[in-house]
């Protein structure tokens, strides 16, 4: 079982660490290592390192841990002999599907499907999950513009296509917001606009952003202002769709902008963006890959906006340990096999892993654990941002579970400390301390973090 707390036995990274990079980095860039780890002495929400340093891990490796380290549900799913067959016999799936296929994604992946979505295309990482669902995008506003699913390419389509030019290689765009993430792939990547280093170097097509609302905090404070800046957003989203030279097929959104420095925005402004998508006839793509499968207290994140009409599709990656989108419109599969494809299309380990993952969140009813620990921990931190009004500001994420972010003055400095106080954070943006626990984050959880943040505001 887990340790009562974390321990901390040496500076992080410790002598043994220390050798373990140096001898790392000579077949393996270590320069954006962040900690070493021990992942077999790591248990429920604590990583361990080789030096004997526990750290409670709000971090979760990128907020891709969904239900503990070592988790013994999942170590049982991982010795079955289904998942041996599904690892050393990989179906190329859009070829050789094996004959259980379907009962595999009906019991796992289809079972947490969004509202009103019943389909999945599955893919190996987010940003492949965002590069195929902006392809299925592409292909259905071609398919209308053409007339419909049974209507032949044309012969200048055909040859065109071959030389990376319109009307084959069309002249249409993925609409997004700036400080947005969506993935390093070419497409992904260039509906990413969250920093530079990212993008520095690479070819990018000339895609729109629409300006992302900032909300001013304590939310209560400013409504009137944060109204404004959500009405302001919308009108440079309906400008962007009905004037940008390159017309945009959908408009790509993060429900909590994640890596741009967890900015949220409220119900009615995604209902207000819902809205404009249906009235435009552009598609409605919501990144979940980072907010999905429980952290904000609901499944899915855009749970919170009681749409009535379902997003067009649904990116998902990260905890789910598989990737893919949600989709319901069967105009979304394209007109012919092999225009989205590939060798593996997914990964029914993964997949299967992603049904064991779902079991164990149903069983310990997870989801509703996270929202109540993250109120619980929401108003600790409260009370700690008024105790030192100088090192916490912007608290938000008030009602998102643990999906819980604030800014620090010094916020580099900040989670160099958080180590040696016994937990590993991680930083959102350029000034944003994110959290990011694990489902399995309970009450007392929250009370040790709460200690070591007011040690390291202290310090
Ligand atoms: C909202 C959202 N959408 C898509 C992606 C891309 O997923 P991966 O390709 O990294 O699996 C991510 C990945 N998150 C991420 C965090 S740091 C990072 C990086 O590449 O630096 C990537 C995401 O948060």
Redesign the pocket.
């Known amino acids: 079982g887990e340790p009562a707390g974390p321990r901390i036995k040496t500076e992080i990274p410790g002598p043994e660490s220390k050798k373990a990079i140096k001898d790392l980095d000579t077949v393996f860039d270590t320069r954006s290592l962040n900690m070493l780890a021990d992942y077999t002495k790591s248990i429920g929400n604590y990583i361990a390192d080789p030096d004997g340093n526990v750290l409670l891990d709000v971090y979760a490796q990128?907020a891709s841990i969904p239900v503990g380290y070592n988790n013994p549900a999942l170590l049982k799913a991982a010795q079955t002999p289904e998942m041996a067959s599904a690892l050393i016999n990989r179906p190329a799936l859009g070829n050789f599907p094996s004959h259980d296929w379907a009962e595999v994604l009906r019991t796992g992946i289809l079972t947490v499907a969004p509202k009103g979505l019943d389909q999945v295309f599955t893919a190996m990482?987010?940003?492949?999950a965002?590069e195929t669902a902006y392809k299925a995008a592409f292909m259905w506003r071609r398919q209308q513009e053409r007339g419909g699913a049974h209507v032949e390419f044309t012969q200048e389509d055909i040859a065109s296509s071959m030389l990376n030019q319109a009307p084959g290689a069309p002249q249409l765009s993925i609409l997004s917001f700036k400080s947005a993430?969506?993935?390093?792939l070419f497409g992904?990547l260039s509906t990413t606009r969250s920093k530079p280093i990212?993008k520095l170097d690479i070819p990018a097509f000339d895609w729109p952003q629409a300006t992302f609302p900032l909300f001013k905090y304590p939310l209560e404070d400013h409504v009137a202002e944060n109204q404004k800046a959500e009405a302001e957003a919308l009108a440079d989203v309906e400008r962007l769709i009905t004037t940008h030279h390159l017309p945009p097929c959908a408009v790509v959104v993060?429900p909590i902008q994640?890596?741009g420095g967890d900015n949220h925005a409220s119900p009615a402004f995604f209902q207000g963006l819902r809205a404009l998508t249906k009235k435009h006839n552009v598609l409605f793509i919501v990144?979940e890959?980072?907010?999905g499968v429980g952290a904000t207290g609901k499944f899915w994140a855009h749970d919170h906006w009681n749409l009535d009409t379902p997003p067009d599709m649904v990116?998902f990656?990260?905890k789910a340990q598989t990737?893919g989108y949600y989709f319901g419109n069967p105009e979304l599969r394209p007109n012919k096999p092999y225009r989205q494809f590939n060798t593996w299309m997914g990964d029914p380990a993964r997949a299967l892993l992603f049904r064991a993952i779902i079991k164990e969140i149903e069983r310990l009813d997870l989801v509703s654990n996270t929202a109540k620990v993250g109120d619980y921990l929401f108003s600790g931190i409260e009370s700690l941002a008024k105790k030192y009004p100088g090192e916490i500001h912007n608290l938000r994420g008030k009602g998102q579970g643990t999906f819980i972010a604030f800014d620090s003055p010094r916020r580099d400095e900040f989670l160099k400390k958080a180590k040696g106080f016994g937990v590993n954070i991680g930083g959102s943006g350029e000034k944003a301390v994110r959290l990011r626990p694990m489902l399995i984050f309970q009450k007392h959880h929250a009370d040790i973090l709460l200690e070591a943040l007011e040690k390291i505001v202290k310090s």
């Open positions: 990128i990482a987010g940003s492949d965002n993430f969506h993935g390093r992904s990212h993060e994640s890596e990144d890959v980072q907010t990116t990656s990260k990737a």
